[in-house]
């Protein structure tokens, strides 16, 4: 393995670069979602800066650079270049595996059953809780050096398992941490200074769960009143950075009135809305979230007809979570099909939590294939732009096209679609961020 810095890169020749967007889309809703622009014998140009310079047709590259010397160039003769994808949702801060959990799960035991009987999330949040802060940073590195092997070069992650404030903002300030020095363990002889950055949009989740002891109403005013308040503060200082609120919105956790108001204090903090909704039960909290302007909303199998209307009308990106739906053998299924035909915007993520323990985006559209219905297009685009899309990063990620930060993954195949065709181990033969390139 390998790790170069590149001031000017060429990726040239491949067999198809995967643009995804031809017209500076920053989403794709509806029908658009299954249209994915695609170069047949492209090249990129990567600048100094990593960003994307040029992208197009492999001979017309060649003429406009033919006086350029590049540090570093790729044949990428008989590839495909793909974005690098993002993942729209996940819970990558924890300690403490619940595999004799999942083997529950498949003897029967439902998710509420074991949240009830003080396992599920509750034994996720005393080992958390527990863990070190240098501990847990190395855990998350390690999640997403495999993350980054198999494509993902920006992740939506959320704290989550502290639900006190304590162990909230340590779980904010490892991801600060992630952030700033995140480089690939694969590789060998790294620079952790100058390591390979692995992007995070990093939101702040106190409420993903009723702490113990307390009612919602009880939680649900601390929230607001104290924790909330605090962790503003901890940005405004320095300490962590934050993008959005997340509420587990569910029947018996926090219902819709709780979710609303914790939501609302989100919002007048200026963190983007970002939460778990309609996911076990119908409770309306698609209509809700629409109407208080959030940016996403996850799950989903559940939402309601009208709750699909509201979402497409404004704009609220469906984060769907195929993982979810096929570890915990869900009967009812996040509606794809319903969203797409209503013209809504659908993102992909993995859900990469102590429940559903999945790092990789390709087995992710896969089963959004095979489970949701989707297409293979439909798939990639909630992969990349619609997933940046769902975090507000549409404008710097999610596509190839000139300006964007250079994240890219290259397939030793003859069409895109083997990255999810492929769904174990797709041929992956090496992942650029910011023009910096691993080699498997």
């Given at each position: 393995s390998s790790y170069v810095a590149a001031a000017m890169l060429l990726v040239r020749n491949a067999r198809q670069v995967v643009t995804v967007c031809a017209a500076?889309?920053?989403?794709?809703?509806?029908?658009?979602?299954?249209?994915?622009?695609?170069?047949?014998?492209?090249?990129?140009?990567?600048?100094?800066?990593?960003?994307?310079?040029?992208?197009?047709?492999?001979?017309?590259?060649?003429?406009?650079?033919?006086?350029?010397?590049?540090?570093?160039?790729?044949?990428?003769?008989?590839?495909?270049?793909?974005?690098?994808?993002?993942?729209?949702?996940?819970?990558?801060?924890?300690?403490?595996?619940?595999?004799?959990?999942?083997?529950?799960?498949?003897?029967?035991?439902?998710?509420?059953?074991?949240h009830k009987a003080g396992g599920g999330i509750n034994f996720t949040v005393r080992h958390t809780r527990e863990a070190p802060e240098d501990g847990l940073l190395d855990l998350l590195l390690q999640r997403m050096d495999r993350m980054l092997a198999q494509g993902t070069t920006l992740i939506e992650a959320k704290s989550g398992y502290g639900l006190d404030f304590e162990t909230e903002c340590k779980m904010l300030r490892v991801l600060k941490r992630a952030a700033q020095r995140a480089c690939l363990f694969l590789c060998i002889a790294i620079d952790r200074s100058y390591g390979h950055l692995v992007a995070i949009s990093a939101t702040y989740c106190g409420a993903h769960s009723v702490p113990a002891g307390m009612t919602a109403a009880a939680a649900t005013d601390a929230l607001v009143g104290q924790h909330l308040p605090a962790i503003v503060a901890a940005k405004q200082a320095g300490e962590v950075d934050v993008d959005n609120i997340d509420v587990f919105c569910e029947k018996g956790v926090y219902e819709v009135a709780d979710t609303e108001r914790i939501l609302a204090a989100g919002k007048a903090a200026g963190l983007a809305l970002n939460f778990h909704g309609e996911e076990l039960n119908y409770l309306g909290s698609a209509q809700m979230g629409a109407a208080l302007g959030a940016r996403a909303i996850s799950h989903l199998e559940h939402v309601s007809d009208e709750g699909i209307a509201a979402m497409a009308s404004s704009g609220v990106v469906a984060v769907l979570l195929p993982t979810t739906a096929h570890v915990l053998r869900l009967p009812t299924l996040p509606p794809a099909r319903a969203i797409a035909a209503a013209g809504g915007a659908i993102a992909l993520g993995s859900d990469f939590n102590p429940n559903a323990h999945c790092l990789s985006m390709p087995y992710v559209m896969h089963l959004a294939c095979v489970l949701l219905r989707m297409t293979p297009r439909e798939a990639l685009v909630a992969a990349t732009i619609n997933a940046a899309a769902s975090i507000g990063r549409a404008d710097s990620h999610g596509s190839l096209e000139p300006g964007k930060v250079a994240n890219m993954v290259l397939l030793a195949a003859p069409t895109w679609e083997h990255v999810l065709y492929q769904m174990v181990d797709p041929p992956i033969h090496s992942v650029i961020v910011n023009g910096r390139v691993v080699k498997k």
């Open positions: 500076r889309e920053r989403i794709k809703a509806g029908k658009e979602m299954d249209q994915v622009a695609v170069i047949e014998n492209g090249s990129v140009v990567v600048d100094s800066s990593g960003r994307i310079e040029a992208v197009g047709p492999a001979a017309d590259i060649a003429a406009q650079y033919a006086n350029t010397v590049f540090e570093h160039v790729i044949d990428a003769t008989g590839m495909c270049v793909l974005p690098g994808f993002v993942d729209a949702h996940t819970h990558p801060v924890w300690a403490g595996d619940r595999v004799q959990e999942f083997c529950m799960k498949l003897s029967g035991a439902t998710y509420m059953e074991i």
